[in-house]
Every structure is written in C-alpha cells, then in structure tokens.
C-alpha cells in the first residue's frame, strides 16, 4: 500500500530533492513533492500527518558496539559516582535486586576514575569490600577495568602473570591492585561467564528499542570477536532484528565469521551483515593511553603506546583487500593514526583497491591537521566521536593543554581539507543519541561550559550529513540510505522540531518523535 507523509518540513539531505510531502510503497521512496499534489494523485494512499514536525533520513550509528549496549543492559550502573561508598552502596544494591551470590558474576558499566578524588582508582583491598563475588568495573572509556580478587583468581590472574603486548596489569609493590588495562583487560572480558542465551536474546531486543529511540535505522557492532559467534548464530535464528545491523569482525576472527555466516557476506540477510575487518592501533585519551606523537601534559616521556606493530596492521589491510572488504582502525592518538596511514599506504602499493573499500579511522580524536591530507589521499574517511567534548572535554584540557585539546574531533578542518567524516556515540560508552551529538559538533561545549575548539564547530547542516548521506557513504550504502530520494529505503525520523531553524543551544533538546524503517514504523515516542 502507498503511505503519504506530509504537513511538516521535509528535510531529504539531497541538494537535488524538495518537497514538502514524501510517498512510499513496499519500504521504497517512490516520490517527493508538493503534498497538494502527492495527495490529489494518490487519493487511496494511506495519509500519515507529521503535525508540523521535521522527517529526516534516518540515522546511521558509523561506530558503536551493539552487543555491548546489549550486555550493558544486564550490568550494574555506576555513572557518576564519585566515591568508593557509593559505589559500594549501588553494588549492594544491584546484588541484592539480582539474588546474587558468592558464585554470581557481577559486572559495572560508567565507572570513570575522573570523578573519583584525586582522580585515583580505588586498591585491592577496597574492590574486595565491595562485594563478596566475582567482581568487574568496567571504565566508561571500555577500555579498562578493576577486578576483584575472585575475578582475577577466576581468570588467572596473579602478580607473576606477564604485561600482554599493548596492555598493563597493575602491580604496586609486587602485587596486583585490580586494575587492568587496553589488551589485558580485553583479554580478561573474553574469558568472563557470559549470561544465558535466553537472556542475552532479551537483552538484544531492549537494545535495537534503545537504538531507534534515538532514530537510528542503521547500526554498527564494531568488534566482534570469536566468543560472539554463536550469539550471533542465535541472533540471526530468532529473527528479531528489524534495524540494519553491520558487524566487523576482528582480525583473528574474520575468517571464521565468513565460514560461519556466508549468507551476510556483502549483503543483509535477516538484517545483519558482515561489513568488514576491525582493528584497535591504542586506547583512550581520558584514560591516558591513546598513542601520541607528543607527550601528555606533564610527562617528560610518555606519550601513551600502540597494540599492534606495523606488520599487524598491514597483514589486517592486505586482508581486507583480498577479501574485499572494509576495514575500520580504532585510533585516538595521532602516533596510531600514523601508524594507520603508513600501513595503509604501503598496502595500497600492492592492493590499490584497498582506497576504494573506504579504509576508515574510527574516533580520530587527535587526528593531527597535517594527516588529514594524508588521510584524504589514501581514500580513508574519519568517524569523530565528537560527542567527546563535551563529555571529557575537561579532561582533555588537563590531560594535553588547551591548545591541543582544541583540536580533537578536527570535524571543520576535515571539511574543508575535503575528507570525508562521520559522528558516532561508541556506545555503550555514552547513549546513542544523536541529537546530543549533533549539539557537540555545532556547539564544542564543555561540561563546565568551555568553548573548545571554536574553529571546529560546523554547521547543522554538515553535522546532518555526518549522521546521514556521509554515513551511508561510509558503507558504501550512499545508493540505498543516506537521503529522502526516490529510489531509496523508507527509512525515516521524525523529530519534534526542524533542527535546521531552531537555536543552536536547542538542537539536543529536540525530541525523536517517530523512527521509521522500510516504511514501518519501529519505535514512537
């Protein structure tokens, strides 16, 4: 049946495209116009009133991690804590809620040592106070953690177990204080016990709901890694999925993800398709340890480090080549966007292809002004986590100086350098709200109110396409998504107000009124 969406403003992110109506059939854009016109030629159509409010493509989520945000669902919160007995307390809490005991799994989400006094983790002794089971907080950064006694003797881990390459077991006095960090953490999360199926199913679905709340249609699972895949087997067999999913396999489990879903190779099946081979070059600059050219505020020497060498990262690119697939490198510091560059552009000597399967570098916080040339040469497009700003834009100004905090997410200067970028959330670091992102990018403000980086504040207008047309591109899906054109999927939001007209200090408070995915409608406020 033909659907009619007209009386509000109609915002189809083409140059090409205008209308004030738009009409559908069978998940398909077949027409944008003059809705006077759409409604006298398509009497039978079914009428859908937008009451004055703005439809938009909808969103695509360039970087996040779906099943985390899923697991997420099923951990203890503990944003904004900024004391050990209020951590304690909201563990309690959550374990009594949950019937835990001395054999329950407990893991928290959103802990930031940045809060806590003097900017300090808390030690051993005080994690093992807290609960009398296995114990994981997890930073809010993803990227480090504290571990209780029970958990580091359940993983095996003691003082005499050795640093991984590109990760920190620490250590004070020749024993273990909990923390671990980058490739040892990750390592420890891998050999966690995960929830039943059953409930991870459940949680799956909470989490698409979360996701089209905030009007994204398309979205990302940016590291799956071999434990995963029969998750994924269970995802694909419940067929719950009714958002587009693209996940990126690490490089250690690329070949086994192909062998095991061949069907979601380079197209969807059920909604879920393999979009490539993902890769992490260094960690988070709040935490200190994205790999810098320069060294942090403060440090004589260190400048963070790298997880991978150069043979790593090129054996990673030759492979998305040969397989002819996308590959995306997590790099915050500007040393690891180098390295990615470097390693990029020898691949490209053998496999120039590799330019045309949009290398991509994801977050690209400290991207330094003189790679973005280099960037653009090679084919490669940026995914800002712009939203940094304001989130831990303070942290950054301590952690580098004014100066170069300003710099991160360079969104202005990609623009007009004429690299290509988009804006994601990496949730479940933070939500996956789009509009708060949009905000950041326009606005560079602060949680104590700091204009950083005025330069680098763009227009909502271009912060639009970051989330929509450029995308798209990103995927390699600009033919399909990205803009209200006809031809193209019926995927849609619907916001309360025009984001294009209303104050700039307003465009995070603008609510998603509806999200709409091949012309159905999968979430109303």
Known sequence: MKTIWYNGSVITMDPAVSGSAVLCEDGRILAVGEQ?????????????DLQGHALLPGFID??????????????????????????????????????????????????????????????LAQIDAWLNCPLIVQQKSGHMGLFNSKALAFLGITADTPDPKGGKIGRAYGKLTGYLEENAYFDAMKKAPMA???????????????????????????????????????????????????????????????????????????????????????????????????????????CGYGTLKDEEVLAAAEAAARNHTQLLAHCNGDAASAQYIRCVQKAETEYPELAQL?????????????QIPQAKELGMIASFFVA???????????????????????????????????????SPVIAPDMMETLWCAVNRRTKNDVLLGA???????????????????????????????????????????????????????IQVMETIKGGASVYQH
């Open 455 to 509: 330069e680098e504040r763009i227009s909502i207008e271009d912060a639009l396409k970051a989330v929509t047309i450029n995308a798209a591109w990103q995927y390699s899906e600009e033919a399909e998504k990205g803009s209200i054109t006809p031809g193209k999927k019926a995927d849609f939001v619907i916001l309360e107000q025009n984001p294009l007209t209303v104050n700039a200090d307003d465009i995070r408070k």
């Open 388 to 426: 940094h700003v304001y989130h831990w834009g303070d942290v950054h100004i301590r952690n580098f100086g004014l100066e170069r905090a300003s710099k991160i997410s360079p969104a202005a200067s990609a623009l007009a350098a004429g690299l290509p970028f988009t804006f994601h959330q990496d």
């Open 62 to 123: 360039p970087h996040s991690h779906f099943s985390q945000v899923a697991s997420s669902l099923l951990q203890a919160d503990l944003d904004g804590v900024d004391s050990c007995d209020e951590i304690g307390r909201r563990l309690m809490q959550f374990a009594e809620k949950h019937h835990a005991d001395a054999e329950t799994w407990i893991i928290a989400k959103n802990y930031d040592t940045n809060l806590m006094p003097g900017q300090k983790d808390p030690d």
């Open 196 to 302: 039943s199926m059953e409930t991870l199913l459940q949680a799956f679905r909470e989490a698409q709901d979360l996701y089209a709340s905030y009007g994204i249609t398309t979205l990302q699972d940016g590291m799956l890694v071999s434990q995963m895949l029969p998750i994924y087997q269970l995802l694909i067999r419940s067929h719950i999925m009714k958002l587009d999913l693209v996940a990126y396999p690490d490089h250690a489990t690329y070949e086994a993800a192909k062998a095991e879903f061949p069907d979601h190779q380079h197209a969807y099946s059920d909604h879920i398709r393999m979009g490539g081979i993902k890769i992490f070059l260094d960690g988070s600059p709040q935490g200190r340890t994205a790999w810098m050219r320069t060294p942090y505020a403060g440090e004589k020497d260190y």
């Open 358 to 370: 949009r290398p991509v570098i994801i977050h690209a916080q400290l991207l330094g002004l003189d």
């Open 36 to 48: 006077d016109a759409l409604l006298h030629a398509h009497p039978d159509a079914l009428r859908k």
